[in-house]
């Protein structure tokens, strides 16, 4: 199975800050590489797929960027409303996931 | 709208059997392959299983293989888990997934909706 590891396992933030948030695999997965969010109690809710494309509905400060091996989420500027826990996921195989990186307030 | 509900989970004992059950609306259920995924309490998600359209291909991950069966009633827009032999480690949240796969700026599959979950405990 593919590996999944994230960094960091988690943030303090600002609202109005620059967040980047880290995944790596342990092959490449060209860019068979997703997104999610979850705020406690929920489910997951899908941000972005195929490694750099937004899904609909989802504000344009999300980003996601990479290939291969080594995957960024960015946050362009932290709302009161992104603190949660953010996973990557990948799809080139069996589907695994990261640990995910809580982002929480400073 | 598109929307996943599960049902069918509850308190178990070690060894029990529990059939989850997910109801599709807002889509064509039968064009689309389904998921399981679960979270153990305070823990990242795992994807359990999944179902080819027509149910002609099954998947499963590792540590289910033998104990769990996914399904399918395309007439009703359902989607099942028979649990077998449940374990304490299979307490979890478990979610139903649809699992979409396209083509962007590449090839990609992901899970683009989910349902609210239903909680398995097993325990004695």
């Known amino acids: 199975d593919i590996q999944m590891t994230q960094s960091p396992s988690s943030l303090s933030a600002s609202v109005g800050d620059r967040v980047t948030i880290t995944c790596r695999a342990s092959q490449s997965i060209r860019s068979y590489l997703n997104w999610y969010q979850q705020k406690p109690g929920k489910a997951p809710k899908l941000l972005i797929y195929a490694a750099s494309s937004l899904q609909s509905g989802v504000p344009s400060r999300f980003s996601g960027s990479g290939s291969g091996t080594d995957f960024t989420l960015t946050i362009s500027s932290l709302q009161p409303e992104d603190f949660a826990t953010y996973y990557c996921q990948q799809s080139y195989s069996t589907p695994t996931f990261g640990p995910g990186t809580k982002v929480d307030i400073k | 709208e598109v929307q996943l509900v599960e049902s069918g989970g509850g308190l178990v004992q070690p060894g029990g059997s529990l059939r989850l059950s997910c109801a599709a609306s807002?889509?064509?259920?039968?064009?689309?392959?389904m998921s399981w995924v679960r979270q153990a309490p305070g823990k990242g998600l795992e994807w359990v299983a999944n179902?080819?359209?027509?149910?002609?291909?099954?998947y499963y991950v590792d540590s289910v293989k033998g104990r769990f069966t996914i399904s399918r009633d395309n007439a009703k827009n359902s989607l099942y888990l028979q649990m077998n032999s449940l374990r304490a480690e299979d307490t979890a949240v478990y979610y139903c997934a649809r699992d979409v796969a396209g083509y962007s700026s590449g090839w990609y599959r992901t899970f683009d909706y989910w349902g609210q979950g239903t909680l398995v405990t097993v325990s004695s």
């Open positions: 179902i080819k359209q027509d149910g002609s291909e099954k």
């Open positions: 807002g889509f064509t259920f039968s064009n689309y392959w």
